[in-house]
């Protein structure tokens, strides 16, 4: 191969030269052999690393200096949002129990008050970390941004919550009269009360997540989660029955067709276990949501259209031989009387023939209906020539019942057929303060158990049990570790004398070392009759009375109780009459002491003892009752033992109560300081549960 010659081969490459230049007088470059690249020179890559580590170090300095700062403000402020949370956690418990009894007022004011700590809280986060900061560290340190979403979302939540309150509230203005006027709007309100419930749920299992995952990075997320877990996010399951009740009010008024539910007019000049005499009815019918029809009915009406033979309890075998709807509100467990009364309702050809069966059972007695008129005021009735008001609707409408025009025709209850109308006219007009003075008097109605609820639904029963408005026993838990007291009164062919009779429960109750206590319970009851005109108020007061024990509690004497000597010689069996199961249950485990004149039972996880009482108009009587129950298995008492007590009152039946614990030998009372704590009321709920601790004397 021949070699290029150079002509024209030049050391400088140039697209243009200039004419003026000389290129030849450029130095010529030396050879470079590429596979020899040298490397940068070393003291330049040591500067770069110098300069990088310097950047560094002061990012890091800064990021540590600021992180100080943050824990050291966190430090100093981890009081104050302990001493808030703690706060907010309280605020949203009685919030809880304010909208389970539904009383939003009472949920709005906790809340609003959650809301201004929120607001409190947050501006202190913001003040002292900023938005900005808070961002960057909470990509380092997950506390900062953990902190500043869970704020938010307990700040969202309040706001739901005060929604909720709103909606719950707007409901009790509007629900009674659009019951009645306008189901599409009845049933519109519970279903956005229900969604909204659904969407409280989703936050708070969203809150319950965030601070079980931070609650170990800092003292501050572990005592709010504390808190939290405690208290507030305890919320979500009574949120949660109350929106498995609603959905099942709206699983039932959307089931198509009607609904029927009864309710009865309990009286209380005639006591019975569950409540009043259930003399008369109303058959309510709903549809779509709204009360299309109110049916009132002697009881006599289903009970005369009934086939079924069964046989009566054996306190009521010598005044009625068959057992009919009128006598089943027999069990002080209001759900089995309710349970009865329903299964002679719907067995009578009056509501069989039609194939209607009820849905739920609401048992009312006269004191409901005089707070009723309370608030609506007095209603005139032109065919009886009379104006019912508070004061005189017992005494006129029992007279009429007794005595009237109607009883000659055969209809002695139609008064209430004629007032029953006029009444839920008046309610259908009632004006804001109207609504709110009822609605406070039906709270108060429901804790004394003057309003008692049954319904088939589970999920509807449910809520109701849990919130003390079903009248049901209450059931003892495992290892429970105190007394148990209930009295309980039934009106056996004695009148109507039990609004005249004043009594009053007064115990004392010694605990010893080893956890048992000893009762000595004294019932003290007064007939006021004499001072009536009407004979119905002036009869003999018959009762059988029950007392209510813990379960394996056992007599030791009984005085001042009567004896009966009347009783049924019928052959049941022989002339194929039916047992129920719920009364052959609790008869079958009667035992009668003959030195006591009292048998002793056992029902609905109780020890009962039963006893008869005949109390003449204008005298007292005092009935002594003695008895001992065990302390179980637990261990002897120590310092910090805590002794529980629940009463149960009666529905209907007014009595002043007063209990005197006694602590075992060398020890006192916490909280009276003292070896005596005494507890008094004059009129106390349908329950009392209260807790004692031992403490040891000086």
Excluded: C
């Excluded at 719950?168 to 203005?173: G, L, S």
């Amino acid at each position: 191969m021949k070699k290029v010659p150079k002509k024209n081969v030049e050391a400088i490459l140039v697209d243009v030269k200039k004419p003026d230049y000389n290129y030849k007088r450029v130095p010529r470059a030396e050879t470079v052999n590429l596979m020899r690249v040298p490397k940068p020179p070393l003291r330049s890559f040591h500067g770069f690393k110098k300069t990088f580590v310097l950047v560094a170090s002061a990012l890091f300095l800064l990021l540590a200096t600021f992180s100080f700062f943050a824990f050291s403000r966190a430090d100093d402020l981890k009081t104050v949002f302990a001493k808030s949370a703690a706060s907010v956690a309280q605020n949203f418990s009685v919030s809880a129990d304010a909208l389970r009894s539904f009383e939003p007022d009472k949920a709005s004011l906790v809340l609003e008050e959650n809301g201004k700590e929120l607001t409190a809280l947050n501006d202190i986060f913001k003040k002292n970390f900023g938005q900005m900061l808070t961002s960057l560290l909470g990509n380092i340190v997950p506390a900062f941004k953990g902190a500043a979403t869970l704020l938010g979302d307990v700040t969202s939540l309040n706001a739901d919550l005060l929604s909720l309150t709103d909606k719950v509230a707007k409901f009790e203005q509007n629900g009674m009269r659009d019951f009645q006027s306008d189901g599409m709007a009845f049933i519109t309100s519970i279903t956005d009360i229900h969604n909204l419930i659904l969407s409280l749920n989703k936050k708070m299992e969203a809150m319950r997540n965030t601070t079980a995952e931070f609650k170990g990075i800092s003292p501050l997320f572990g005592q709010l989660d504390g808190f939290l877990s405690g208290g507030y996010l305890k919320y979500s399951g009574q949120i949660h029955e109350l929106d498995q009740f609603l959905g099942g009010v709206l699983a039932l008024l959307q089931s198509g067709g009607e609904q029927h539910v009864a309710l009865l007019f309990q009286n209380v000049a005639e006591v019975r276990p569950g409540g009043g005499f259930v003399g008369s009815y109303a058959d309510l019918t709903i549809e779509n949501g709204q009360l299309k029809n109110i049916d009132v009915h002697d009881i006599y009406d289903p009970d005369g259209q009934l086939d079924l033979k069964v046989v009566p309890p054996t306190e009521i075998k010598t005044m009625s031989r068959n057992w009919g709807a009128r006598d089943a509100n027999w069990f002080f467990d209001f759900p089995t009387s309710a349970k009865t009364i329903l299964y002679f309702l719907e067995n009578s050809k009056m509501y069989s023939e039609k194939g209607i069966i009820f849905d739920g059972v609401i048992g009312m007695n006269i004191n409901v209906f005089q707070s009723i008129l309370d608030v609506t005021g007095s209603i005139p009735l032109p065919d009886y020539n009379l104006v019912i008001t508070s004061d005189n609707f017992l005494n006129e409408i029992q007279r009429e019942v007794e005595t009237g025009a109607d009883k000659q025709a055969g209809e002695p209850k139609r008064i209430l057929k004629v007032l029953a109308p006029l009444v839920l006219e008046r309610l259908k007009g009632m004006v804001d303060w109207q609504v709110r003075s009822l609605v406070e008097a039906l709270r108060r109605h429901i804790a004394q158990k003057d309003i008692l609820i049954y319904m088939k639904n589970p999920a509807i029963a449910n809520f109701v049990a849990k919130s003390a408005a079903d009248g049901s026993v209450y059931q003892l838990p495992n290892g429970f570790w105190g007394n148990y007291l209930a009295v309980v009164d039934a009106n056996i062919a004695g009148g109507k004398t039990d609004v005249h009779i004043n009594q009053s429960v007064d115990a004392r109750i010694d605990v010893d070392t080893n956890g048992n206590t000893f009762t000595d319970l004294s019932i003290v009851r007064t007939h006021t009759g004499n001072t009536q005109k009407d004979p119905w108020w002036r009869a003999t007061n018959k009762n059988f009375l029950q007392v209510f024990a813990n379960p394996n509690s056992s007599l030791v004497s009984v005085a001042g109780n009567d004896v009966k000597n009347l009783f049924s010689t019928y052959d049941y069996d022989a002339n194929g009459y039916l047992r129920l199961p719920e009364l052959q249950n609790i008869e079958d485990t009667s035992v009668y002491s003959s030195i006591y004149r009292t048998w002793t039972m056992r029902a609905f996880g109780k020890t009962v003892f039963g006893m008869w009482s005949f109390l003449p108009a204008g005298q007292t009587e005092t009935i002594a009752v003695r008895y001992q129950t065990p302390g179980g298995d637990r261990p002897d008492v120590t310092a910090g033992s805590v002794y529980s007590f629940i009463y149960e009152r009666q529905s209907g039946v007014r009595t002043k109560l007063e209990i005197t614990f006694s602590a075992p030998l060398g020890f006192i009372w916490k909280e009276s300081g003292t070896p005596i704590y005494t507890y008094t009321n004059d009129d106390p709920d349908g329950r009392v549960q209260f807790a004692l601790t031992l403490a040891k004397s000086n």
